[in-house]
């Protein structure tokens, strides 16, 4: 269910599919409509679980490329290789395994939009390939020297500040700013709480209509306990939550016991995740001897937090009923890190 956002002055009409009409969001709405019938490159900031995918769609719709392809990639689902690849296509012989000539997924997006989720995971050597790209229109297949020209409009995004790991020396200071022509910050969910009810009656129409059910009320309490919640997964974690206890639910009304320990007692999966037994980790510290110093104090430390990572992310695989992708996803990190943690800690078998 969506209404019609109003504010000083003329009404904001919220984007298709969008849930809220909270100030954070109307601003949001505002600079999506204004950009989407431009050719300007758009980058959107915002953590994990924001939907910048579903402004990204809203974009293309909304503007008069609509009638063409959408295409997304994942920047950080693929090694470099595998995304030069995809992103541009290859000839065969490349390299090992390229039978076929392929094409890319700019390619694919000619006339139409390219969505570059996760920008922030790609080399500094795709990072030039992708700024000549967005300059020039122009690159080559991996393996082969004819040029390719497409017009295919670029929307990025990024859940880590790209100023910042520009200075770190990780991303490309022109790329970012070839990216960045209109910038649109989505809003975590717990600075627009006032969205949250909205959103669930949302997603309780959604999985009731999926899973047969008859889920129309919500427990005060409940309500509460979600509004007052951080939100690190955002409304990702919030539509996980809600299927959870449609699924789960005896009655039509959706209540606090229904709910996850991180709600009802306020606490993140994360920090529930480092709430680990401080007796065995003192006593632990004492046979390390935690007096020394030098490079044994710097070793102490290193596994001291090589065990507080491997806690946090076994209890948020468990929270996450082991689906990587989830967990990734709450941590705030790509699945390919997490399945490196995973093995280097011994809980890719768990």
């Known amino acids: 269910m969506t209404r019609t956002a109003t504010t000083i002055g003329p009404p904001i009409e919220p984007l298709p599919g969008i849930i809220g009409s909270s100030r954070a ?10 950009v989407a019938r431009s050719r300007a490159s758009v980058l959107l900031l915002g ?16 503007s008069q490329r609509r009638n063409r392809p959408f295409v997304r990639v994942n920047c950080g689902a693929l090694s470099e290789s595998l995304l030069e690849s995809e992103l541009f296509g290859h000839v065969r012989g490349a390299f090992t395994g390229a039978i076929d000539n392929r094409t890319g997924r700019f390619e694919a997006a000619h006339t139409g939009t390219i969505f570059l989720d996760e920008i922030n995971s790609t080399t500094p050597h795709l990072q030039v ?26 929307i990025a995004a990024s859940n880590r500040d790209l100023l910042a790991e520009s200075a770190a020396g990780r991303f490309r200071e022109d790329l970012y700013y070839r990216l960045n022509v209109v910038p649109i910050h989505l809003p975590p969910l717990r600075d627009r709480r006032d969205d949250i ?9 959604l999985y009731n209509e999926q899973n047969d059910r008859y889920v129309v009320h919500i427990d005060p309490r409940a309500l509460a306990a979600l509004q007052q919640y951080t939100w690190p997964g955002n409304v990702r974690e919030l539509q996980n939550y809600v299927e959870r206890a449609v699924v789960m639910a005896a009655g039509d009304e959706l209540t606090l016991d229904l709910l996850p320990p991180a709600v009802t007692t306020g606490r993140t999966p994360r920090a529930i995740g480092v709430a ?29 937090v090589d065990r507080v990572e491997r806690e946090v992310i076994a209890q948020v695989m468990h929270e996450c009923e082991g689906v990587q992708i989830k ?19 011994g809980l890719d078998g768990e």
């Not at 969001?25 to 204004?34: H, W």
């Not at 924001?50 to 974009?59: D, R």
């Not at 510290?285 to 001291?304: N, T």
């Not at 967990?327 to 800690?345: C, P, V």
């Open 327 to 345: 967990a990734a996803s709450r941590l705030g990190i790509n699945r390919n890190t997490l399945h490196k943690k995973l093995k280097q800690y």
């Open 47 to 62: 953590e994990t679980g924001t939907g910048k995918e579903l402004i990204a769609h809203a974009i293309h719709e909304l």
């Open 276 to 304: 680990l037994d401080f007796n065995a980790l003192a006593e632990e510290l004492v046979h390390l001897g935690m007096g020394d110093a030098g490079e044994e104090a710097i070793d102490i430390h290193s596994r001291i």
């Open 197 to 205: 009810p909205e959103l669930v009656a949302h997603f309780l129409d």
């Open 25 to 34: 969001m109307l601003e949001v709405y505002r600079i999506t409509r204004q």
């Open 129 to 154: 390939k992708l700024l000549r790209a967005l300059q020039e229109r122009e690159f080559e297949r991996v393996g082969d020297t004819q040029t390719i020209r497409v017009d295919t409009r670029v």
